[in-house]
């Protein structure tokens, strides 16, 4: 095992030393040859946005048992679980008004869980929180959000209140994690729970991310179209993508700290 993990801290270390635009290359040919990879095994790319969302539910699982097991909320953010409930009730309504599937099965059932998780922390647990370390600002989240939804949003016949929630939620989902991150940040030790709670959440992140660019990659960019029209379509394959890059710098170091038989999380500065 010892002369496995030598190799890798020192790829790690490698890569740390680099400046910032090599590790931004380093980044990018990772991410494409992972992508390649999954070109090439996976037949049904619906299959990996079944599998972010599978993701998404055990890291929530391991949220739940962290609750429950350690009776603490501690490193948690309850902001970034208030913006999770928030997208999902509002996908769940586009759902149930524009389109309904197994999709919408799994985000009540998502949602129900996060519900539980915010319940916890503000009434059960709330002498554990961390108020103090979650202190990003909500507004500086959704405001934006919304006013680009108002702007941006799908050019379909449904409803325009339906098409901007719709915008809205994608926008918001991407963005949700911020909160947890900066929480991260303030406290610069991440246990173990948390740690693979939100690496879960960019595993899926990069699953879901996967699946579009796989798509339109596909089928020519005639997925885009099939979207809609205008900047619309772009936006949702760029959602995705920021999605992914927003938590790939905390899953480097969360891979680097497993290699390296750390059971907790040290984060240095300026990793989000």
């Not at 391991?62 to 996908?91: D, H, N, P, W």
């Not at 005639?222 to 394959?237: D, E, I, K, N, Q």
């Not at 760029?238 to 040290?266: M, N, P």
Request: aromatic letters at 12%; charged letters at 15%; proline letters at 3%.
């Amino acid at each position: 095992m010892k002369g496995t993990k030598r190799p890798i801290q020192a790829v790690a270390t490698w890569v740390r030393r680099q400046p910032p635009k090599i590790k931004a290359f380093l980044a990018v040919v990772s991410g494409m040859t992972a992508l390649v990879f999954l070109r090439m095994v996976v037949n049904d790319h619906e299959n990996l946005f079944v599998a972010a969302e599978a993701v998404h539910a055990i890291g929530i699982s391991v949220l739940i048992y962290k609750l429950m097991k350690e009776k603490t909320c501690a490193g948690l953010s309850l902001k970034s679980q208030e913006l999770t409930a928030l997208f999902l009730a509002v996908r769940l309504y586009c759902s149930f008004v524009m389109e309904y599937d197994i999709h919408t099965l799994l985000d009540s059932a998502t949602l129900l869980t996060t519900l539980w998780v915010i319940y916890t922390i503000r009434f059960k647990l709330r002498s554990s929180y961390m108020e103090d370390k979650d202190n990003f600002a909500l507004y500086l989240l959704v405001v934006p959000c919304l006013v680009l939804s108002l702007i941006i949003h799908p050019a379909t016949a449904h409803h325009i209140v339906n098409r901007i929630c719709w915008a809205f939620c994608v926008y918001l989902e991407a963005v949700s994690v911020l909160p947890q991150l900066r929480v991260m940040q303030n406290t610069k030790i991440v246990e173990p729970f948390t740690a693979h709670y939100v690496f879960a959440l960019g595993v899926a992140r990069f699953l879901s991310c996967a699946h579009w660019v796989l798509q339109v990659l596909d089928t020519r960019g005639r997925l885009l179209t099939a979207l809609g029209y205008g900047l619309w379509p772009s936006m949702v394959l760029l959602s995705e993508i920021v999605q992914t890059f927003i938590l790939a710098d905390f899953c480097y170091y969360y891979i680097k700290s497993v290699f390296g038989g750390h059971l907790v999380l040290r984060l240095p500065s300026g990793v989000v």
